[in-house]
Structures are given as C-alpha cells and as structure tokens.
C-alpha cells in the first residue's frame, strides 16, 4: 500500500518584491488563498496606481513576506479612513465653524448688487461673517467663489448647502434654511438700496450717521459707555446705573436718534412712563453693537440675567438672534473673562491688605439620566466651594504673639459666663426687650428712649463694606479624608500661586497664616487632615500656613434652632405651642425639620417668641390689653422725669423684668417660680420657649452689628442650651472650641482676624453685617443654579467656569434690579411677620394667659416640662462633659459626637428658603 504524502503549502525562495529581502521568512503568493480573501491586489493598486500591476502580479511568480503584506494593509485602512473623514468633515457642518440659520444675517449684500455703498461694507459690525458654504469633498479643488448670499434666480440648493447643524438649537429643515436665506437675501438688498440712497442725499439722517461716528471710538475720552463697561470688573460695579447711563449719552451724543425714538414711542396722550427708560436703552444698544461689535456692555449684562435665570441654549439662541445677548461663544468668553478677572482682583486686593480669611462648605449636586443604562446612571457630584475675605479691622503692625497659657489649667468655668460677663449679656437683652415694649400701643412713649444700634468698639468699621471673592470649585469631597487633603493641597497652592504674584515671595504669608472656616463637617475634617500631616517636612505639606481652622456662627445658629425645636415642637395641638400657633398661622412650610428650611422656622419661633414676650409684659406691668399704660410702681410719673432720669428708670425697669423671667440664667438652672406641689405646665413651657426665642433674638441683632465681644457672649451662653439637648451635641463642641481658640490660644492679631471674619458686610452700612458662612451658603446656591441650568454639559471645565462668575452674575442682576425697581415676586413672605398674624398670636395668648400661674395646669407632649432649658440638678453633668471636652481639643483629639443628628438638607428649592443677605 503505497503512502500519501500530505500536501504543504508552497514556499516560494524569491525575494519579497516589496522589501526585496532575501531572508527564508514566510512568503505569501498572490494567488494564494490568504491574498484573493482580503482583496490584496485591489488594495495594492489603490495605493500605488501603477498600471499592468494587477497582471503581474497575477501571473508572474511574485511573492509577498508577511511583514510587507501586513504594512499594506494597513496603509490602506490608514488612507481610506482618512479620505472618508475628510468628506465627512467638509460636507458637514460644525458647531460655530459655518453660518447657523439662527444667527442674524451678515449685512453684506449679494456680491453682484453694485449698488453697495462702499462705506457700508467697510462697516465693522458683529453680523459680518461672510457664509461659508459647504463643500463636498470633490469640491476641495474647485477654485470659483461662493457668492455669499444666493440671488433670487437661484431655485434650488444643493444638499451640501444646507446640511443640518450638529447643534440641537440650530437644527432646521433643510427647505426651512434654503427660504430664510432667500426671504432674507431680497430684504437685505433692499436695505442695502435705501441706506446707498440717504446716504447719497443731504438730509439728517446724514447728520445722524456723524453723530454716532464717535461713539466707536476706543479712546476714553470719545468711547461710549457699552465699551467703557464691557469689562467684567467695569460692569460689575456700573450695572446699577448703566441704563440711565446710556440714556444719558443719548442726549448729549446722539440727540437726533433720541428724538426719532421718542416721536414713535410717546403715547398720544403726552404722558411719558418710566418704562421707557430701559426701553431706549434697550433699542440703542442693540442698534449700536450692530455698527461696532464691542459696544456690548449692555449685551453682557442681559447675557448675565438670562444665566442666572437658566435660561438653555436654545433660549440664548433665540435672543442671539433677536440682537438682544452675546452668541454662544462670546458668553463662554465673558464667563471666562470674570474668572480671570476675579484673580486678578485678589492680587491686587493682596498687595494692600494681605490679610485674608478663606471660608468653605460643600457644593452637591444630584444628576438625574434621562435614560438609565447599566453604565449611565443617576449620579451625585461631590465639590467644594470657597471664598476669600478680606480684613476691614486687622492691621499688620498688630501683636502677633500667641500667649502662654498653661491649656491644661483651663476648665468649665473659663467657659461659661462669669458674673460680670452674666451682667453685660443683660445688658444687651435689656435693650432687646425695650424695643419689644415700644411695639406695645400702650408703651410708644419709651421708643424715643432706647438706643436703635447696640454700640461697640469697631461699629464704624463694620459698617464698611467687605470684599469677598470667589476661589475656583474643587472636585472633591469633603466627607472623605483622602479629599480633605486634596482641599489643603489646593488652598495652599492657591495662597502661594497669589502671594507669589503679588509681593514676590512668601514671607507675608509664613508670618500672618490665613484662617479657615466653615460649618462643623468643614472643621473637623480639614483639621485632621492637617493633623494627618504633623510630621511633613515642609511648611506647604504640614499646611502651617492654614491655621486656625474654626466653625462659623450661621451653622451654628441653625443648630441652635433645630435643637429648640426639638425640644418644643410636637404634633400635639396644645393651645400656646409652636404646632398650634403653625396651625392657627397657617405655616406649612414649619415641619419641625430646620435644616433645609431655616427661613420660615426662625420666622415662626420669633413672631411667637416675641408674641409670648409681650404677654409677659402685659403681666409684669398689670395691662388688660396691648392699649393700656402699664400700671408699674416704676413708671409712676414718668412723663415729669428729664430724659436722664426717663432712661435710668427704664434701664431699672427692664432689668428688674428679666430677672423676675430669670432670663440670663440658663447656665445655673433651676427654676423661676415658686415652688408648688403641682407645676403649671403651660406657663413652664412658655417660659421655656422665651428664652430661646430671646437668644435668637440676641443671635441675629449680634450679627447684623457685626458685635465682635457679644459673639464671644452668646458662645458661651449657649453652651447650656446645646448640652440641654444632648452631652452630644455637635455645636456643643464647636463652641468651645472657637471659645478656647479665640480667648485662650491665639495671638491679638489672629483673634481680631477670627472674629471679624465671622461677619460679612456685603452691602455696606450700619446693621447690615451677616455671618460669613451664611454668605458661602449663597454662593454655594447661586454656583448650584448656574451648574443645573449647563443642561448635560455639566463637564468640569463648565462647571468650574459657570461656579467663578457665579457671584458676580448674581450681584449685576440684583443691582439691575434695583435699578428697574424690579421687586421680588415668590411664595415667601417678604415680612417676617404679618400685623394681622401678629394680632392672632397676641388675642390667642391674652385669652390663655399663660403666665397667670394656674395650678396643675397640663400641656400635652410636654409632662414635667421645666422653666427653664436646662435643669439645675444638670449643671454639674455639663461642667464635667465640657471638662473633657476640653482636655481632649486642648490636646489634639478628637471630640464625640452624636452620629444620629440630622444631616444637612440638600433641598431643591434650599435657597428659598435661606434669610437674606
């Protein structure tokens, strides 16, 4: 049986005709199975286009080694991809790179039309794109222009012409775009006609053509106010005057323009409104960006509102259109050019000032997919959000030396108040509730009689306005340890890029540090971070200069009102409790929940507050009703009494009114009223309730002064009303610590710099101070607004570009509307109380008499409830917590707290719902 020998493919020993190697590699032969499935002469002939190639190669014994016969391959893949990529390119239009349907028409004319003034077409204008038509790819060559704009013969347009716009908001149909451009073609030639024939004729339409010759002129001197302004940092602190600006340069610059304006506009009844104001302006700006492209203050200021508005891009397209905001492009540039300006300002603010204050909290977003997907999901972006504050009171020349304080040896009662501090916090509640006595009919006379400011050392000073500038928004979060650093890191390369830039080294911000605040989360985890890096070698890593990290007072006051709530609002409807009053008022936004919705909840606890006060006074001074004169021994034949002694015996008065209410008394507890075998459960729980109420009360006015020795007052007073919570408490601990922070542990200067920077004063004025961080939740809403209005571009870039202008564009549209006398239109009350609902709450408390005291009387929901926050028999439990509070702030530890307190609120309507600044 013979054998069979199993065929092998066939080596050819010639050399590759390619790379002509004579090596014994593999050898690949044309013919070959493996060449006729890809096609490989074709692909070959494509590449080199030489002819009879393909017979050769066919039937001469030619061979291919498998290195050339890949390369080959590729290079044609190589080139057939890029061939159709070109075409695609060419033939299709891209985002700004060719004419968009939506875009106002260049004002040239059809090429062929010689009847174009010469001067017009020299005219600069922000409408003069010529079109750029859209090619195919066999048109690459072709060296014949485009005429610009199709002339009325023209019946048909190629597909090429009028391919669709890869941008949603200029997506038309193709017949749509052909009869635009047409429509429009003949309308812009007889335009072009009459402005060649007035301009041929003398007339005043001549006249008025020289007048506004100048106003596109560059100098300062001769330029218009829509070029004077057109720079962030030049609208921003104009914008409250720019209409009547430009309505004023109307008069005196182009007068005959005014007055063809005010023949059409001017009712036949002669009667001008003062809707006509920013009606001029209006039409004059747009009328006067057309003739120069940079007269686009007003333009920007328009493109500002409409941001903060959220208006979408198909929005801003549409008034693109219409002449009346920036195109797409210009506004991401206007909204860079604020970035940019914002650095700037703070270098220049450095080299006067260098001592600043940054303030932080966190900025979360909640994305929700239009369509979900295993790899598309609902997702929550985590950020950070900071700003810079500059000193008004601290001086470089200040003592910079820390004291030596033995920080063992400090205790409770170093803490809390002292007797004498005790005297002057009575003081100040003495003023607050004299005002409440003159809200009195019956009490009017002693208005004139008390002080409508509490003075202090730096009142002048704390008028001033403050500047605050907004840092870039970090992308991280700051729940997390690995974060927190990356947030140091970031500040301390920030100071050094600033300070570098503004004196040349870092030798002013190794000596003064900068302080840093925020909310408790902030101070904690920014703390340890840095204890994270005690051991660095360097100043930058160790973030040395980045100290003391503190807790400012807004949060802090928020947590002062959930902790009242918690602790006095229940669903019980017991005549004379906050749920009751919420019910009879009809608060429903009041749910008991406080973080997320401070606003209407401080609003209700002050109005009852203040309302159960009064009732006190009624009894106090034996009145039947708000009308009555108080029938007090003290006031008996006030009105004889000079003004001295009218003030003296009304200081005596109020003061023997709060210590019969044993307000000031909170940190001793115990009780006010005698002792009885039952208690009067109502009477103890509005007892209770006035003085919260009043330390709010004490709260706001401290920050609206901007009172630095009465912040370190209410701090340590509110220690007991925290710990009468819980031992806990979370601002329990921040209170002390800022307490031993400020007193105890920091130089002169870096205390004046702490406390100062608790209060912003972003208007400029006396009493129109708020807390820092109250500030930089503002902030945090307005960059939260303008993140949500990005639509699905909420890319980094965007985000970080929107978060810098964020401020700044919402302070030129409040200044616009100020200026337009624009108020504000919601669901909120613009008062923090009605007279009407405050004539309820006062019938509804005279007729429940609550501090009449009534045996037994009971309060559902609040058994045993005491007259006072915190119980006497508590006071030595609180003083040994704090004890060791103490030791263990004073030594670096770390604090517990409760875990189970509510987190903050990330609400979508949060900022409705945030007091006012």
Known sequence: MSSITTPRKKKSNSVCFVCLNPTDSHRIAFNEKKCVDVDF?????????????????????????????SKVLNTFDFIHKTNENIEQFVSTCVKRAAFSPLTPKSFYCNVNNNNMSTDSQSLPTSRSRKLTKRLAFSDITNES???????????????????????????????????????????????????????????FLTDLREQSLSLTSRTVM?????????????????????????????????????????????????????????????????????????LSAFHRMVSAITLKGGLNDRGQARLNY??????C???????????????????????????????GDNLDVYIKASQLFTDKRNKDLHMFASNVIFSRIARMDMDIESPNVDVNSIQAADVLLSSYQQEQLLDVYGVLIGRIMSKLPGMKFLKSHLSLHVPHQYSKKMAEKSTVIPLPILFSNETKHEDCLDIMDSYESQLTSLFTAAFGSLEILRKFKVPVGGDQLTRVRLQEAKNLRTLSVSPEKKFDDLSPIVCEMWHSKQDFLEKCYKALYKVENTPGTLHYFKTILHRNDVNGKVKGRFKPHHELLVAVGEGMIREQILEFCNM?????????????????????????????????????YGYGNVHLGGHIMSENQEIDELQNYCSNLCHWA????????????????RLLLNCRYSIPFFYSHSALSKYLVENIDFIIKTEYLLSPLQKLRVLEGSFVNVRGGVAQNVESDLVQEHSVCNQKSLIKSLGANKTEKAISRITRAADMISSICDKFDKTVNLKPKGSRHSKCISETDTQIISKSLRKLRPFKFTNGRKCNGFNNIKSLPLSKSKVPMMKDRMNLIIRRLTNGQAVLFDEQEAPEIDEENSSDYLPDI
Request: with cysteine.
């Open 624 to 660: 039947e009703c708000e009308d009555d004169i108080p029938q007090h021994i003290k006031l008996e034949g006030f009105d004889k009494l000079k003004d001295f002694d009218k003030r003296e015996v009304l200081t005596k008065l109020i003061r023997e009114f709060l210590i019969f």
């Open 329 to 359: 492009e210009r506004r991401l540039q206007f909204q860079e050019s604020i970035s940019l300006s914002s650095e700037n300002l703070i270098i220049d603010k450095l080299k006067f000032n260098p001592l600043i204050k940054i303030t």
């Open 222 to 294: 001769f330029s218009s106010v829509l070029h004077k302004y057109r720079k962030a940092d030049d609208l921003h602190e104009n914008s409250d005057h720019l209409i009547t600006a430009i309505v004023k340069e109307m008069m005196t610059r182009v007068p005959l323009l005014l007055d063809a304006m005010l023949c059409v506009a001017v009712p036949n009844s002669n009667i001008i409104p003062a809707s006509i104001i920013p009606s001029l302006a209006t039409c004059y700006s747009i009328l006067l960006k057309l003739r120069y492209n940079n």
């Open 322 to 327: 219409l002449g009346m905001t920036l195109s």
């Open 41 to 69: 002469v074709e692909k070959l002939f494509f590449i080199c286009k030489t002819d009879g190639v393909k017979r050769i190669l066919k039937f001469e014994d030619a061979n291919i080694c498998r290195n050339c016969f």
């Open 694 to 709: 009043l330390h709010l009360i004490e709260l706001d006015d401290t920050a609206k002064e901007g009172d630095m020795s």
């Open 145 to 203: 222009e485009y005429d610009p704009i199709p002339t009325s013969t023209t019946t048909t347009t190629s597909e090429a012409e009028v391919n669709d716009h890869d941008h949603s908001y200029t997506s038309f149909q193709k017949s749509t775009q052909a009869r635009m451009i047409l429509e429009n073609s003949d309308l812009l030639t007889d335009i072009s006609n009459r402005f060649t024939s007035f301009c041929s004729q003398g007339s």
